[in-house]
Each structure stands twice: as C-alpha cells, then as structure tokens.
C-alpha cells in the first residue's frame, strides 16, 4: 500500500475532526524553498536562541499581553472578538510579539511559542506530522486556560501540529521551514522577479522549452519571459494577490496555457510548463 502523504493526513484530520480547508493549487510537495522575503513576514514568531523555560510546559496567561490580531484560515480578527465567539473549545496557535498564527513561515533552526488552550486541562496527546509523513506523539499534561510549549523547526518542510485532550481535537497549525540560516546572510542584490509583499503570493513560471510567453493575471497583461527587462530564460515571476482566487493564462505563439485556482497569502507557487 501506497503510504500516505502530508495533504492526505491533513484531509483525513479535516474528514474526522470536520477541520477547515482551503483549496488551491499545491506546490510540489518535495518544494519548500522559502526566500529570506517570506521569512521576514513572520520574524516576530521566531527566535533563533533557545529560550529559558522552567519546564516542558508552562502555565500562560495573557491578561494585559493580548494579542492585537488573530489570525486563522485566511482570516483575522481581533483577540476581543475571538475571545467572545471561538473561545471554548480546544484550541492552537503560533505565538508572535504582537499576533497568533495558525501558519507561520520560519528558518530552520528557530524556536517558536505555542499556546494550547484548553478550558478544563489534563492530559493531552500531541502530534507532530514531519515532512517526510512520519507521526511523532507526546504526552503533556496542560493547565487549565493556556499552557505554553517550544517548538524547535529541526527540519526542512512542512510541520503539521495539533493535540486531543478530553476526546477533543485541536485545530491545525503549519510550521513551514525554511532551508536558509537567520538573518540571511549577505549576497547578490534580488534578480528581476518580484518579492512576495505582505497580503500576496509568489508564483514562478518555469519553462524548458517555451520562451518569450506573456502572463495575463484574470485576463490583465502583466508582463512575461524576455519582457521588459526580464531575461529570456523561459522563467517568470510575479506577485498576485493573497487569498484570492485567479486565473493565470500564458500565452505565446497562439497557444494560451491557464492555471486556476486559490492563492495563499504568503506562499510560493512554482508552476511548470
């Protein structure tokens, strides 16, 4: 039998634990090639010492440190809002210095705070899904209210978190990491593609035969391989904007290629022609 893959565990968390999920055009799952640009969105959720802690897990408290924006799915809202419509049931984030996150993009390496939120506390299962699809479980023992815990990014890829307590799931959170050091060390100056913004995805048309095509973003020209400055070498890139569905269409000699679907804030999407 054909061993499961990272999007057919996490389709079988949203199938049994009735998760959301967000559909879209999947890079390669072997492809996580981050930019120091994608890191730097994220640097508030990650440090790169080991932080001091008293033990595996402690007892959290946010009074008077709340959060000003939490942000899950593609999604966000205030902590007051979230507090008074979602708290309640078990929960997971990504703790930053100003926000929680439910996907963060980070170096490998780095170290990041989780906050488990469970009403009751007690024992609960925590899992890991590694890159490869290998399943790590621990036990904690959680506090009433939040507990925090330290993530370590010790290897490149996806991570897929969550916990049970009380027979009940957690949501999901997705560490991605990133191959490249922090901070980035000095190099050449950024090439012709454009950088993904905050609010945008990447994407990369690549081509081993096909050169000089133009790109039409949901039917606009916005540039292409050999096009206003861009090097004739069948590569193109461009930022669209995030958490928007759209049409890509690549047109050269008369023949129009078209990719559909919805772009995530933050991701990076190679495409090959």
Request: proline share 7%; aromatic share 16%; net charge negative.
């Amino acid at each position: 039998m054909k061993p499961f893959g990272l999007a057919a565990c996490l389709l079988f968390f949203v199938l049994v634990f009735g998760m959301p999920m967000v559909c879209c055009i999947d890079p390669p799952d072997d492809v996580f090639e981050y930019s120091s640009e994608d890191v730097s969105q994220f640097s508030d959720f990650f440090t790169m010492e080991s932080p001091a802690t008293s033990g595996e897990v402690e007892s959290y408290n946010p009074a008077g440190r709340e959060p000003s924006s939490v942000y899950f799915g593609d999604r966000s809202t205030s902590y007051y809002t979230y507090q008074s419509t979602y708290m309640g049931t078990n929960s997971l984030w990504i703790q930053g210095s100003s926000s929680w996150a439910q996907r963060v993009v980070c170096p490998l390496g780095a170290y990041l705070s989780l906050l488990a939120y469970s009403s009751s506390g007690g024992r609960a299962d925590f899992y890991e899904i590694y890159p490869d699809g290998r399943l790590l479980s621990r036990s904690y023992s959680f506090y009433p209210g939040y507990s925090r815990l330290i993530f370590e990014a010790d290897e490149v890829g996806r991570h897929i978190l969550m916990f049970a307590l009380n027979n009940q799931p957690s949501n999901v959170v997705i560490v991605d990491v990133s191959s490249g050091g922090w901070p980035p060390s000095p190099g050449p100056g950024p090439g012709p593609a454009p950088m993904p913004s905050a609010g945008s995805a990447r994407v990369i048309f690549s081509s081993s035969w096909l050169r000089g095509y133009s790109v039409f973003v949901d039917g606009s020209y916005v540039g292409g391989d050999g096009q206003g400055g861009d090097p004739l070498d069948g590569t193109y890139s461009l930022n669209v904007a995030g958490n928007q569905y759209h049409t890509l269409d690549i047109s050269s000699g008369g023949q129009t290629y078209s990719e559909q679907g919805t772009f995530l804030t933050g991701y990076t999407y190679r495409l090959s022609l």
